[in-house]
């Protein structure tokens, strides 16, 4: 999936805890649109779950979904944009934006793709499918993420090298399948719609590492939500 960039270079703990809270926040801001009832709101009910997971203080998560309810006064109006295009040898990119500013946000954008290339909307988005994913980790020893798949309505799953497992959805059938996890033996630890790409590039060696070092720089911009990247690497 081309996540393993991002377990490197990273930023110290305190500084990075502080970057996850401001994106969870812009996350549950703008599901708390469609309504402060978690119940009523499978958007807002996920982000609280990533919130609460990443031990987010009760009074900071009331407060994001009182702001993007329009409950009290002042609140940031945030709104989300996508950027396409590629990283250094041809790695197609998609960048998720959750911005106050569109005009800088387009503007740090195109700075960070000076080493790659912008493209326009959908030159990449049609290598990627647009689909639920699940992590979740195994509860018990007789966790059968294959049998949990077919159970809980997920079209495929992969399992990635911590022995987590990667659920795909329908994305209409995202909240339903998270909740039908905990009964097959896992343990939800993120749900969201994203892009899963078809055909990912594998590099290895300088190329990785420069890819790797342009995608680092992305995610580090305070107004990228999600970097989705068609990248595999040795």
């Known amino acids: 999936m081309g996540a393993q960039w991002k377990a490197k270079g990273r930023e110290a703990a305190a500084s990075a805890k502080g970057k996850l809270f401001t994106k969870l926040t812009k996350e549950i801001m703008i ?33 994001a979904i009182k702001k993007g309810s329009g409950q009290l006064d002042g609140g940031i109006s945030y709104e989300k ?14 960048v998720e934006c959750l911005t106050d500013n569109v005009n800088r946000t387009i503007s740090n954008i195109r700075g960070l793709f000076r ?3 912008l493209g326009a909307s959908g030159s990449v ?6 689909v639920g994913m699940i992590e979740a980790t195994p509860a018990n020893k007789e966790a059968d993420p294959e049998m ?14 911590d022995g987590s497992a990667l659920f ?5 059938d995202l909240d339903v ?3 039908a996890l905990p009964a097959q033996g896992f343990t939800v630890d993120s749900a969201k719609i994203g892009y899963r790409p078809k055909n ?17 720089a992305i995610d580090d911009d305070d107004d990228v939500h999600e970097v989705y990247v068609g990248l595999s690497g040795e």
């Open 31 to 63: 599901a708390a649109r469609n309504g402060a009832d978690p119940d009523m709101n499978p958007r807002l009910r996920l982000a609280i779950h990533a919130a609460k997971k990443a031990s987010m203080t009760r009074e900071t998560l009331e407060r």
């Open 81 to 94: 944009v996508v950027y396409e295009g590629f990283a250094p040898h041809q790695v197609p990119v998609i």
């Open 115 to 117: 080493k790659g290339q």
């Open 125 to 130: 988005s049609w290598d990627f499918d647009h």
């Open 148 to 161: 949990a798949a077919i159970e809980a309505g997920a079209q495929d799953f992969e399992i990635n090298d």
């Open 168 to 172: 795909i959805t329908d994305i209409t």
């Open 177 to 179: 399948v998270q909740k």
């Open 200 to 216: 990912p590039v594998s590099l290895s060696g300088e190329a990785l590492e420069e890819v790797e070092a342009f995608l680092a």
